[in-house]
């Protein structure tokens, strides 16, 4: 057993607590890391509120992290101790039927006790002045050492710089691959991204990559703007500065809809303006933001019956095991960026400090 620092959430709408927390060794087809570097994501955010209906307390959050292989547990073959790795919050079983259809990477090998906040086999590998502390999304990267599933980690490049490629695990992958994978955006397209937070930026970075010719940014917080157009925005809007709906503005503006727009917020409303934002007839409005539990989202079906198309995403569409190397790949050969998306590096007992700086959409 591994005594260390974790930040605890006992409840929720509470602060996190740092506290010194027992991590049993990996059971079979398990591996413990020490993890390096985590990001806060609103994800986090949103269990730690009480919104999430799958939210188990007291728990170690956390899901976007990089460490080093401590220790395996039996039967664990892809990684060994000393191995550099990034947790993964969608696994890759390779053997499910999900896993096995190209069409998706939502493997379901270990979702049910997942949601529960537990390993596969039921148990807890945390616990906490004698309580059992739940697990978060098969990762709880709030710890000096975690223990995660074997299909739930992804062997990268040793060379890379652990804080960041810890962004690969969640936010840039997300980003990017919905508008690579998901929309499958084509060169000289204009496409419309809501909510410029670390997603949307990385939205825009897909979308650039992908050939967009317009790329158009929708955000109330304009401070955003500068950095939004450093990833490739050509230009940014308020929908606070306009009397009509932001989506009646974007069809103006761009002669009839968007071909590709991208909600990266989790707020239904928007999700109902960037579908109308798109184009009759071949516009494709991809949803992946986190809405609260319960909200449902609502448009005219004739905005589908003319031809515009309503999609999701997870993870960006990557098969995890398989694609998380090859992102980090990509971003040491300077194919893709990451070190921009970095504001702030902060020591691990400042946490909610960090908490607070996202919340400001710093």
């Known amino acids: 057993v591994i005594k260390c620092k974790a930040a605890v959430a006992w409840e929720a709408g509470k602060p996190l607590s740092l506290e010194e927390v027992e991590v049993a060794p990996p059971k079979a087809h398990e591996v413990r890391i020490k993890i390096v570097a985590t990001a806060v994501c609103h994800t986090d955010a949103y269990t ?36 550099t790795v990034i947790p993964l919050y969608i696994p890759q079983c390779g053997e499910c039927k999900f896993c096995k259809n190209p069409k998706t990477n939502l493997c379901q090998k270990i979702r049910i006790t997942q949601g529960k906040g537990l390993m596969p086999d039921g148990t807890s590998r945390f616990t906490c002045k004698g309580k059992q502390i739940y697990h978060f999304m098969g990762t709880s990267t709030f710890s000096e050492y975690t223990v995660v599933a074997d299909i739930s980690v992804a062997k990268i490049d040793a060379a890379a710089p652990l804080d960041k490629v810890c962004l690969l695990g969640c936010g840039i992958s997300t980003g990017y691959g919905a508008a690579v994978n998901t ?23 897909g979308c650039k990559i ?40 974007l069809v103006e503006m761009t002669d009839g809809g968007v071909d590709y727009s991208f909600e990266c917020i989790g707020n239904v409303g928007v999700m109902r303006s960037a579908l109308e934002a798109c184009h009759k007839g071949w516009g494709v409005s991809v949803i992946i933001g986190v809405a609260a ?65 996202m919340h400001t959409g710093k």
């Not at 209906?53 to 401590?70: D, K, R």
């Not at 031809?307 to 995403?313: D, L």
């Not at 997870?314 to 398989?322: L, Q």
């Open 210 to 249: 992908a050939g967009a010719s317009r790329i158009i940014g929708i955000d109330l917080n304009k401070d955003k703007y500068a950095k939004a157009q450093a990833f490739g925005a050509t230009e940014c809007i308020s929908p606070e500065d306009f009397k009509k709906p932001i989506q009646d503005v």
């Open 48 to 83: 730690l509120s009480g919104a999430d209906p799958e939210g188990s307390f007291p728990v170690i959050l956390g899901h976007e992290g990089a460490g080093i292989v401590e220790s395996v547990g039996e039967g664990v073959t892809k990684v060994k101790p000393g191995d």
């Open 183 to 205: 929309a499958k955006v084509e060169a000289g397209s204009t496409c419309a991204v809501f909510g410029l937070g670390g997603v949307g930026l990385a939205v825009i970075m």
């Open 293 to 357: 539990a319960g909200q449902e989202i609502s448009t005219r079906p004739f905005q589908l019956v003319t031809g515009r198309t309503w999609k999701g995403t997870a993870f960006g569409g990557w098969k995890s095991v398989d694609s998380v190397p090859k992102l980090v790949t990509d971003y040491m050969a300077k194919k893709i960026k990451v070190d921009e998306f970095v504001t702030q590096t902060l020591p691990f007992n400042k946490i909610n400090e960090a908490f607070e700086l």
